[in-house]
């Protein structure tokens, strides 16, 4: 089978490089499930990597973390998958051992590693994965699809870190594939009202589309005024940073109401430089979310399933397998209007 080898970034006036090596396919073992790979989504992190700016990973790096595929083979003591059968898999590979891995918080894992970054990812024709990483898709949902669920499961994560958010008023800052899927969970979880900012109007028409009730080009309309004009006197009950830059963070800070909750959600490329005056001034407690557990990807397929998050708007390209460098250039030639790039590692939808 072909697997692919990133063995460089795009740094210091290099191209990337991406090269594709023969290997064997491998046999599941016990307890195992062999995966025919059929689609793989390219994110923010992925492209962090393809510039050399990811500092958990080095080359050579095979990627693929937003995957969906068909069972191919089990392995000796699987009972809960078939050959055929749809599924996804949770990237995660955790010690087991640690402090938060005991109580349940194995996204927490002192030894966590991600397929992808700092441990083998899916991108290869088969992939061979322990049962307890495996999730079923529904028959019905495509493999497109299913590759989505990896980042709308850190949006059901993030969402959940708010414990009000039945009948909340939201803001959601940046308008890329998180934010805009964040928006609709928020809204199928409960949330009242959400507002989403950005400085792309290609991208706030987009989130619009996907029927989030306010969005605003804070170009254009100062971030305060956004929120007083979307939620009144008392804005939000809760704003999530999506965006992850100095800006977004200290418009959420100095702008949010007295009292209320910041969940940071993006991650920060380097240090921060953050107002802790008026954080701590107002009483404002910041938050954070990292990735996900197996209930938030349960989660996130039910609320496709039941057409409560639409993911087909924010699939803006497909590129084949033996094409995975050209999907990179294509981002970085149209980064305003791309959200999500697929890899079609088998093109098929059988």
Not at 98 to 114: A, D, I, Q, S, T
């Amino acid at each position: 089978m072909k697997q692919q080898v990133m063995t460089r970034p795009a740094r210091d006036g290099q191209e990337a490089e991406i090269i594709f090596r023969d290997i064997e396919i491998p046999a599941p073992g016990p307890g195992q499930v062999l995966v025919k790979i059929k689609r793989i989504g390219i994110c923010g992190s992925d492209i962090h990597v393809y510039y050399g700016e990811h500092s958990g990973t080095s080359y050579p790096v095979t990627q693929g973390h937003e995957v969906s595929g068909q069972v191919a083979a089990v392995g000796e003591g699987v009972a809960a998958f078939v050959p055929g059968q749809k599924v996804t898999i949770e990237p995660q590979v955790v010690c087991g051992k640690c402090y938060p891995c005991r109580h349940g918080k194995y996204n927490l894992c002192e030894e966590l590693k991600v397929m992808g970054f700092q441990t083998t990812g899916t991108a290869s024709e088969y992939f061979c994965v322990d049962q307890g990483k495996v999730t079923p898709l529904p028959k019905e949902m495509s493999y497109d699809d299913g590759a989505m669920i990896e980042p709308l499961a850190v949006t059901v994560h993030a969402a959940r870190r708010f414990a009000e958010l039945q009948g909340a008023r939201v803001a959601i800052l940046g308008c890329g594939p998180i934010g805009i899927l964040l928006a609709q969970t928020c809204k199928a979880m409960g949330a009242e009202s959400v507002l989403i900012t950005d400085v792309s109007d290609h991208r706030l028409a987009l989130a619009k589309q996907c029927g989030v009730d306010h969005a605003v080009n804070t170009k254009n309309v100062e971030f305060g005024k956004a929120l007083a004009d979307a939620f009144g006197p008392d804005k939000a009950d809760v704003i999530y940073d999506c965006a992850g830059n100095n800006v977004t963070i200290n418009q959420a800070i100095r702008c949010a109401r007295k009292g209320s909750k910041l969940i940071l959600v993006a991650v920060f490329a380097g240090m921060a430089s953050a107002d802790l005056f008026t954080l701590n001034d107002h009483e404002l407690d910041l938050d954070t979310t990292m990735m996900y557990r197996h209930e938030d990807y349960v989660e996130a397929i039910r609320l496709v399933e039941e057409g409560k998050v639409q993911l087909k708007p924010l699939q803006s390209a497909h590129f084949p397998f033996e094409k995975y460098l050209d999907a990179y250039k294509y981002i970085e030639a149209n980064r305003e209007t791309t959200m999500k790039v697929l890899i079609d590692v088998d093109p098929t939808q059988e």
